[in-house]
């Protein structure tokens, strides 16, 4: 009797634990973890979500945060079935929507392009964040053209501040990844007009 009062109490404990860990993300992703993930052949089917998957220096974590905004909260899945059941497990329960990914995406990135040469850039995100063996390609879809591009020392409450008055230098520190002796906005002027091969999509600073 109470080796089962102490299996229901630790089984209490870990529940507990779950439901505070996903009271910050939205309703439909909290209900695939916490409701849908427990069940009986699901548990080794959901991954946790995308943020569960790398580990970030802390100074690096708001350009992770800014790269992948909403996708943070995208459920891992093993594949298409287990998001289907979790799709028809949500939508019978009205318990809100939730993005799910497979583990392996579908996309297979093509080549990256070569490093931009010169001095400069942090480099690119996928080279500075750390995750297993079994995530590298979920990492590559969602990071691989994510460049980091940063000053070189403090520049808080620069605003959008330019350097004028002297030579600015960026210097590799590594594949997609530069550091710049100037303000934030010098590094958005170069990684834009010199450093990338292409203008990107997205400039996410701050």
Not at 31 to 45: I, L
Not at 52 to 62: S, V
């Amino acid at each position: 009797l109470q080796a089962r009062l102490a299996a229901r109490r630790s089984r209490l404990h870990s529940l507990e634990e779950i439901q505070r860990r996903y009271e910050g993300v939205d309703a439909g992703v909290r209900a695939v973890m916490t409701g849908f993930a427990s069940r009986k052949g699901a548990t080794e089917s959901v991954h946790g979500l995308v943020a569960d998957r790398f580990e970030c220096p802390p100074e690096l974590t708001p350009a992770l945060a800014a790269a992948l905004g909403d996708k943070l909260q995208y459920v891992v899945v093993d594949g298409l079935a287990t998001g289907v059941d979790a799709v028809r497990y949500l939508s019978e329960g009205k318990l809100g929507r939730a993005t799910l990914i497979p583990k392996v995406p579908a996309v297979v990135p093509g080549a990256r392009g070569a490093a931009p040469s010169g001095e400069g850039v942090v480099g690119r995100l996928l080279d500075l964040v750390r995750s297993k063996r079994e995530d590298h390609a979920l990492a590559d879809h969602l990071l691989g053209d994510v460049w980091v591009v940063a000053p070189d020392r403090e520049q808080s409450a620069t605003s959008h501040s330019l350097t004028l008055h002297h030579p600015l230098r960026p210097v590799a520190r590594g594949e997609q990844r530069w550091q710049v002796d100037g303000t934030p906005t010098d590094c958005v002027m170069i990684a834009v007009e010199a450093l990338l091969p292409e203008r990107p999509d997205f400039v996410l600073s701050g």
